[in-house]
């Protein structure tokens, strides 16, 4: 199985960016698919973006797109996720995922093995 760990959320104002980090630790990183989910106070944790074992194939939930972008580094064990353009209704706490098959399944959290701790992002107006 493999180990999960966000960084880089934190406050920042609307417009603004901020890039989060997903370090994988345990069995072989590159065949997992990954996505990132969010989860604010109240509601459920939704999906946001993932990609393929290769980076490849790279999906995002439409209110996103454009603004974010999904991305991983096979060697260093690493995917990320860049935000720009941030708006408050971005404030969550968002999660890595990772299934172990090369092309994703699905959007929905269930489609996905392991999971991250979260790291909380909160975006003022």
């Known amino acids: 199985q493999v180990q999960l760990v966000e960084s880089g959320g934190g406050l920042v104002q609307a417009g603004g960016s901020l890039r989060l980090s997903c370090a994988a630790s345990g069995r072989s990183f590159s065949n997992y698919a990954v996505a990132w989910f969010r989860q604010a106070p109240g509601k459920e944790r939704d999906f946001v973006a993932a990609?393929?074992?290769?980076?490849?194939?790279?999906s995002y939930e439409d209110s996103v797109k454009g603004r974010f972008t999904i991305s991983r580094d096979n060697r260093a064990n690493t995917a990320a996720l860049q935000m720009n353009s941030l708006r408050p209704e971005d404030t969550a706490v968002y999660f890595c995922?990772?299934?172990?098959?090369?092309?994703?399944?699905?959007?929905?959290?269930?489609?996905?093995?392991?999971w991250g701790q979260g790291t909380q992002v909160t975006v003022s107006s």
């Open positions: 995922a990772a299934d172990a098959i090369m092309r994703f399944r699905g959007r929905t959290a269930t489609d996905w093995d392991y």
């Open positions: 990609t393929d074992w290769n980076g490849g194939n790279p």
